[in-house]
């Protein structure tokens, strides 16, 4: 045991059995529980303050509005991590079952057990840097195109190859590409032993928590035996939709690369199944829409005309919010806490950030106005509103329920601001609904970007989960990340491969960083289909069965009802399970894939149409291209 733990413990008993020996234990053990949590919420507020120092001097133009220098992200990090570590030995002491309060218990019970932070220092410092090591596979100029290092500057995946994959109409350069990332980070078996040291901290910070089975810290806060039970089910869920998807896909690759000599075993070559994903912004599409001479109404001009400024936008949004009931953002907000980034921050794509230092909350918007900032902007003003709801709690509890739950939030605002209803509500398209024609190009490119996005997370997540628990072998890793791509996702490599190489994906390395893990990506796209089903069916524009309030095109606009649902949710920060949470919007308490079907019925509809008419048939029966040598 500790030392300071065994401190605490003889503290605790000393502190009840000085007192009557016929003492309440109950409240003698709340007391001093208390008195520990109250000292960790002085420490939190002094975090707090150094993030609110840092968004002051990034604001300020380079002047220190409060004197001397902001502490760097750095600092704030090691701090928070310091402020957990010890807190959780000092709760670890405390009999939970004890305390009558059942917030104070929830407390407890929430901040005792850590994930990566429950690592001793040192070990945390090196998971950091593996962390970071890793993050440079994706960002770091690694990839020399034919092995010619010396002719141009090196490429990073992300975003020059990404970039370039997303334009290219040669199947030869998304192959190449392809290979040569892996190539590179897995030179000298860099990648994988990278990988192989990580996972093993991963499995140290679960002893932690007198864990067996790693995962169940992975998977700490959703709080549920064997999780990636619940998360396989809603992939069979949808399965009959992504196959249909899938077999449409397929074949509009071969129409889009004729002489790429595809395998007729119904599978989709991993370059191009990227590739696919990748374009599911962009406008100029290389595989197929269902109707090409249906186009959608182009709003970029319109958006220009209409909501000139990034200002203009963030109104909008704010706005969004405050019709359904949630805050109203006070005048202190706008003149001290939301400020513009500067042009050059975060490139062309940047993302506006929210900062959380109550009793304030702050945004720093990106500056760049079209369709796209359009929609994040609302995701992030839901994150701006539940912060704003969230402060209220007691520290440890001022968190959403599970990771993934606010960004499915997000996401119903996501999904409501792009529908037509909403453009036309804001002025930018003429009608408020689209053709049916256009409609199913529009329910099409989300289903790209939708469909085939869900399984790949949960293929990330259960091959790291299913390294961690031990249940895939070192020498397997290669071929049993294919057989996942097989059987999950009819994704098959574009040449043979062996034991010896590691084939997974960027957004595999980008998803061990826990704020973005694959896990989270996963439940805020299930969820918020969910969600956005609920806040649909409350504000009554959609109506299950009737053609004329279909699912997706609604925006549950000015509905106290869908409003008051968010407003209770966000409202108990993560003081209850998930589970009951979420049970206030959808009378459900479980994950399901049952707002993406309704969503994206009438496409399954017409792609089950289509493919019969062409004679595609969905599925795949691809050899396994992965030799264990
Ligand atoms: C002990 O104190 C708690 C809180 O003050 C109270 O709810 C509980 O009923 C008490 N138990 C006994 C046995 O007195
Ligand atoms: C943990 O307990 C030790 C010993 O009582 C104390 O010095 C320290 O401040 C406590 N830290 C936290 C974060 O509770
Ligand atoms: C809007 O779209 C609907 C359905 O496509 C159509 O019937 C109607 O005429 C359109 N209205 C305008 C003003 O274009
Ligand atoms: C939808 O597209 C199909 C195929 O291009 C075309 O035959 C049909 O007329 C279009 N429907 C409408 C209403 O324009
Ligand atoms: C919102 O709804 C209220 C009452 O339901 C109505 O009075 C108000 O005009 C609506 N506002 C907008 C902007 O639609």
């Known amino acids: 045991m500790h030392w300071h733990r065994l401190a605490l413990l003889l503290l605790l008993a000393a502190a009840c059995c000085a007192a009557t020996p016929t003492s309440n234990h109950t409240s003698q053990y709340e007391a001093s529980t208390q008195r520990i949590l109250d000292m960790a919420t002085q420490r939190m507020l002094r975090i707090w303050d150094m993030r609110r120092r840092i968004f002051l001097q990034l604001t300020s133009k380079g002047k220190s509005p409060l004197g001397g220098q902001a502490p760097s992200k750095q600092e704030v990090e090691t701090e928070t991590y310091k402020l957990a570590y010890e807190l959780a030995a000092n709760l670890s002491v405390v009999p939970v079952e004890q305390l009558q309060d059942p917030l104070l218990r929830r407390r407890v019970q929430r901040l005792a057990k850590l994930q990566l932070q429950g690592l001793k220092p040192d070990n945390y410092e090196q998971a950091k840097d593996l962390l970071r090591a890793m993050q440079n596979f994706i960002s770091g100029a690694l990839v020399c195109s034919n092995d010619d290092c010396s002719a141009r500057r090196p490429l990073a995946m992300y975003p020059q190859l990404y970039n370039q994959n997303m334009h290219t109409k040669l199947y030869e350069d998304l192959k190449l590409n392809w290979f040569n990332w892996r190539t590179a980070i897995n030179d000298k078996d860099t990648a994988r032993s990278t990988f192989i040291d990580y996972v093993r901290l991963l499995r140290i910070a679960a002893t932690y928590n007198g864990h067996v089975t790693p995962s169940r810290t992975w998977y700490l806060y959703y709080d549920t035996e064997n999780f990636q039970a619940e998360m396989e089910e809603v992939i069979w869920e949808i399965m009959p939709l992504y196959r249909e998807m899938h077999a449409y896909l397929r074949h509009s690759a071969i129409l889009a690369y004729p002489k790429a000599n595809f395998k007729d075993d119904g599978a989709i070559s991993a370059p191009v199944f990227d590739q696919m994903l990748s374009q599911a912004w962009y406008s100029h599409q290389i595989f197929r829409t269902p109707f090409p001479k249906d186009q959608l109404p182009s709003v970029h001009h319109r958006l220009e005309e209409v909501l000139v400024t990034p200002v203009k936008i963030n109104n909008k949004a704010v706005e969004f919010f405050e019709l359904l009931g949630l805050n109203k953002m006070s005048n202190n907000f706008y003149e001290r806490f939301l400020r513009r980034m500067n042009d050059d921050e975060g490139g062309p794509d940047c993302k506006s950030q929210v900062y959380y230092f109550p009793p304030d909350v702050a945004m720093r918007y990106c500056p760049k106005p079209n369709y796209k900032k359009l929609m994040q902007t609302h995701g992030t003003m839901a994150e701006l509103q539940y912060n704003l709801y969230k402060r209220e709690l007691p520290f440890g509890l001022d968190t959403e329920p599970c990771p993934g739950f606010a960004a499915a939030l997000g996401e119903t605002a996501v999904l409501a ?3 037509p209803r909403h453009l036309h509500r804001l002025y930018i398209l003429l009608n408020d609904s689209l053709t049916e024609n256009q409609s199913l190009n529009r329910l099409f490119r989300m289903g790209v970007h939708t469909l085939l996005a869900v399984p790949q997370y949960f293929i990330n997540d259960k091959f790291l989960v299913d390294v961690m628990d031990g249940r895939i072998g070192v020498q397997d890793y290669n071929c049993a990340y294919w057989r996942l791509q097989d059987k999950f996702a009819g994704v098959q490599p574009p040449i043979w491969r062996t034991a010896r190489d590691f084939d997974l994906d960027y957004k595999f390395y980008r998803g061990l960083q826990p704020e973005r893990s694959n896990t989270r990506k996963f439940i805020s ?28 095109n609604c925006d549950f606009h000015n509905s ?4 008051k649902m968010m407003r209770e949710m966000m409202q108990l920060g993560a003081s209850k399970h998930w589970r009951d949470v979420m049970f206030i919007a959808t009378r459900e308490r479980k994950l399901s894939g049952r707002g993406i079907l309704e969503y994206f019925a009438p496409l399954f509809t017409w792609l089950k149409e289509r493919n019969r008419q062409l004679e595609l048939e969905p599925g795949w029966d691809a050899d396994e291209l992965c030799r264990k040598e």
Request: aromatic fraction near 18%; charged fraction near 15%; proline fraction near 9%.
């Open 417 to 419: 601001s792009g529908t």
């Open 525 to 552: 796209e299930v969820l918020g289909f969910q969600f956005y089903r609920a806040f649909c069916l409350a504000s009554n524009q959609y109506k299950p069965g009737d053609p004329s309030y279909p699912l997706h």
């Open 560 to 563: 106290s009802e869908a409003g």
